[in-house]
């Protein structure tokens, strides 16, 4: 049986806080922090699934207000890097013959950003702007399960919502803060004990 571990991008693979951004929209348009939040939360699937355009995204949360209809992107390639653990940790599980897949929402002038090499080394890659479905509906771990249904699958995200979707769904899931120790929460599952932390 094929085991598959699918990482989320930002805040897991790559290092990323969604306050970077609420911060920079609100310093730009002097709207309060948590207006942002709210308004970008309750729309942010469209832009994610490609369904809406950056410009009419912003247009709904700021209105008149003037910003810069680059701002998501830009802010992502200031701040976002690479988490070197979780990505060693990542290809240490293909060497234990692991599948690994990347499974994220992302805005499609954000994926522009991230060069392939980066995902070379991954055995799947889903994005929610070439599959038209965001986290955490449903349907997109239904996709996930219809094409890897067959074997045990694993979800590492840092959105909770994302992480009780999976889970009803009988997806094995950890949630990842920063601090999470993954290699624990992994070794102590069942199916991965077999391999032993002290190859770790």
Not at 24 to 33: A, D, F, L, P, Q
Not at 177 to 200: C, M, P
Request: charged content about 25%; overall charge negative.
């Amino acid at each position: 049986m094929d085991k598959i571990v699918f990482f989320d991008l930002g805040g897991v693979l790559l290092n990323w806080q969604d306050s970077w951004l609420y911060e920079e929209v609100s310093r730009e348009t002097k709207i309060s922090i948590n207006k942002i939040k709210q308004d970008f939360e309750s729309y942010v699937s469209l832009l994610f699934t490609g369904n809406i355009s950056e410009k009419k995204f912003w247009q709904k949360i700021v209105g008149e207000v003037k910003i810069n209809p680059n701002i998501i992107s830009e802010t992502f390639q200031k701040n976002a890097s690479l988490n070197e653990d979780i990505f060693a940790l990542s290809q240490y599980l293909k060497q234990c013959k692991y599948q690994i897949g990347i499974l994220s929402n992302i805005t499609p002038e954000t994926r522009k950003l991230l060069p392939d090499e980066w995902f070379a080394s991954f055995d799947y890659v889903y994005f929610s702007n070439e599959i038209g479905i965001a986290k955490p509906d449903p349907r997109v771990f239904h996709y996930i399960l219809d094409r890897h249904g067959n074997g045990e699958i694993f979800f590492i995200d840092d959105k909770k919502e994302n992480i009780d979707a999976a889970k009803r769904l009988g997806i094995n899931s950890i949630l990842y803060d920063g601090q999470t120790d993954l290699i624990s929460e992994l070794f102590n599952e069942k199916s991965l004990k077999k391999i032993g932390r002290a190859h770790v």
